[in-house]
């Protein structure tokens, strides 16, 4: 298969080699997606990146969309359709499997060690996304700033987080970023 | 019960659930995730617990806790992994198909529209200052989901997994060197830390 001439090839192999490595979910690939569609296939520029991050959180549904997203900006339907399918359906099916395997006996015991070890690795993937999306977003004080406040209502608080980016909106159209 | 601790995204233990409901078939699994996954803003977890354990009595929490435990152990989108292990628990395949279907399809046609919006009116002056709000937000939601699984790791002092974190964000964040490398490398470094300091503290 010809990688080049075929973008489709690409986002099948991409995000299906991804999925397997997506160690907890889908907001620790963020870097690993900005790397790819922004600096290896230019897919895409930094602003339009933070941009559909911006669209994939606000929109319902599990937070691995914006593979939607990047699809679609790549090749239309046809890309956005391919590529959630390739971020979803390795691990759906490695799921099933191993779900079939451990799951029939009700209270099977996790290797609760390899769980513990992959965490720290899951926690230092995700603060890698928030400065990747950080960098690739404007960069002001304002910007600084709301980011800032609304990690402290979201830790501190229980609001709702999609009122915390409606309110992230509507500073932004106030003109604060 | 089972032993280990539960996975850091899950919060508080719920109250036990008295009854079951009986099993659900393949269409109600269908919209039963359909719904939960269009009501998931900011993530589908907490949607999904509330309808599978309280909703619909499904499971009872405790089996919710193992089933997700399982799923955060695995690679990928956690929810989707939990929708095929939860579905073919009930309908074998047809559910595990039906209740990933539920959770996929609806929002991705939504985001599809949303992606059409963008491509024709993502450089509309007003809406570039809205999403550069957002995405502002969603990095503060962001940083903090870290900070709060990052404290269990700071009360117990745990060193080692704090140097395998900051390691990981430094390779990924700061280098931005490639995901699966930097991974085949830091999962048996760190797997086989925890089990050194492990049975170092048995001993």
Redesign the interface.
Known sequence: MNQDSNPIWTLISTFG???????G???A?I??MH?IAV?VHHWMTDR?F????????????????IV??IG??VAG?GG??VA?LA??V???A???Y???L??RS?????????????????????????????QA??RNWG?VI??????????ATRL???Y??????????A??? | MSSESPPAAIVAPEPPASTKSSPPGVITLFFAFARMSLAGFGGVLAFARHGIVEHHKWMTADEFNETYALCHFLPGPNIVNLSVVFGSRFAGIAGAIAAFAGLIGPPTLLVMILAVLYAHYGQVEFLRRILAGISCGAVGLLIAVVVKMLMPLVNRRDLVGLMMMVLVFAAIGLLRWPLQAVLLVAMPVSIGLTFIMRRRARA
Do not use: K
């Open positions: 080699l991804m999925s397997l490595f997506a160690v979910g889908a907001n690939a870097p690993e790397r600096e339009q933070a941009d559909i991050y911006a669209i994939s959180q606000l929109s319902p549904g599990p937070n691995v969309l939607t997203l679609y900006a339907f956005a359709l959630t971020m979803c390795p691990t759906a490695l799921a099933y191993v779900g079939g451990l799951g009700s209270h099977s015991r996790w290797p609760s060690m390899i769980q513990a070890a992959l965490v720290p690795l899951s926690i230092g993937l995700m603060a890698a996304s928030a400065l990747v999306v950080a977003a404007d910007a709301v980011t800032l406040g609304v990690a402290a209502l979201a830790y709702n987080p999609l915390l980016l409606l309110a992230g909106g509507i500073l932004g159209f003109g604060v970023i």
